[in-house]
């Protein structure tokens, strides 16, 4: 196929886009000016479904949403963790004899505690 010689004019700032596009690929200005000619025309030819990238936002927000609430439990897991660790090395470093029914008590009024001022800091 005999290709067709076309002039072309472009805005300064297009042409300053094409110039650095083709510098950045080692290309000359004029393949890369091709090169978007052929990428435009395939584009506007075969135009994406519209509503295809709000699809995927969606899809892709799902999921971190999914993400952020298994994170969210591990973080309550390990201060409810931490809050027995606590309790438990408190009570021996103070040689108390407490029941696991009081220590239980005291890990879950530390962890409400715990909780509560982290529900503070978000107000």
Do not use: W
């Amino acid at each position: 196929m005999r290709p067709v010689q076309h002039t072309v004019r472009l805005p300064a700032t297009l042409d300053h886009a094409i110039r650095a596009l083709a510098e950045r690929h080692d290309m000359s200005v004029y393949a890369m000016l091709q090169r978007s000619v052929k990428t435009g025309v395939a584009t506007l030819a075969d135009p994406a479904d519209p509503d295809a990238l709000a699809r995927e936002i969606v899809t892709e927000l799902a999921s971190v949403s999914t993400r952020l609430v298994e994170v969210e439990r591990m973080l309550d897991r390990a201060l409810f963790t931490a809050c027995a660790a606590y309790c438990y090395a408190r009570s021996a470093a103070l040689g108390a004899s407490k029941t696991d029914d009081t220590i239980t008590a005291e890990i879950n009024a530390a962890y409400d505690r715990q909780r509560r001022l982290s529900q503070e800091g978000r107000s």
